[in-house]
């Protein structure tokens, strides 16, 4: 299979992993009551941006809601668009270490025989997060800033 064929084939069980009404409308409903602001110190509250494909050079809008779970540790919510349209979804730990005046982001998730091992690292400054993924044959970036939200917070 090629790398295109393992992208689509990466989104299509994206999709379908988490293709329940529940889990959809409850991101779209935590979305809408992220305050805009977030943990400024840490790398909790909601961000939006974009990823890309160094591999296949999709890309697409994504979203992110991330919650800290304890000192280092963080689930980040992830919801964005494949081919423009198709959207996807997933959830994964991240861990989260500060570093002057950053953190440091790591985070992997097993995505079955087909796909392998996808791997996250990258950083975070209080506006910023910069993110770099690879799996068996794909590998990108995400690029986000904090979202900010309707009544300027």
């Not at 295109?4 to 293709?19: E, P, R």
């Not at 805009?36 to 979203?63: A, I, P």
Request: proline share 3%; hydrophobic share 30%; net charge positive.
């Amino acid at each position: 299979m090629d790398g295109y064929m393992k992208t689509a084939a990466l989104a299509l069980l994206v999709l379908i992993s988490s293709s329940g009404c529940s889990i959809v409308s409850g991101f779209h409903r935590d979305w809408r009551s992220c305050d805009g602001c977030g943990h400024r110190c840490d790398v909790s509250g909601c961000w939006q941006g974009r990823w890309n494909s160094d591999c296949t050079s999709h890309e697409g809008h994504l979203k992110s809601i991330i919650t800290r779970q304890d000192a280092c540790r963080y689930e980040a919510r992830f919801r964005g668009t494949f081919f423009k349209v198709i959207p996807f979804q997933y959830r994964m730990t991240l861990t989260a270490v500060p570093h002057g005046n950053h953190y440091d982001l790591s985070g992997e998730k097993d995505l079955g025989r087909m796909l392998g091992v996808y791997r996250f690292r990258g950083y975070s400054t209080p506006g910023r997060f910069v993110a770099y993924y690879s799996s068996k044959d794909d590998r990108g970036k995400f690029l986000m800033s904090r979202h900010t939200s309707p009544s300027g917070h």
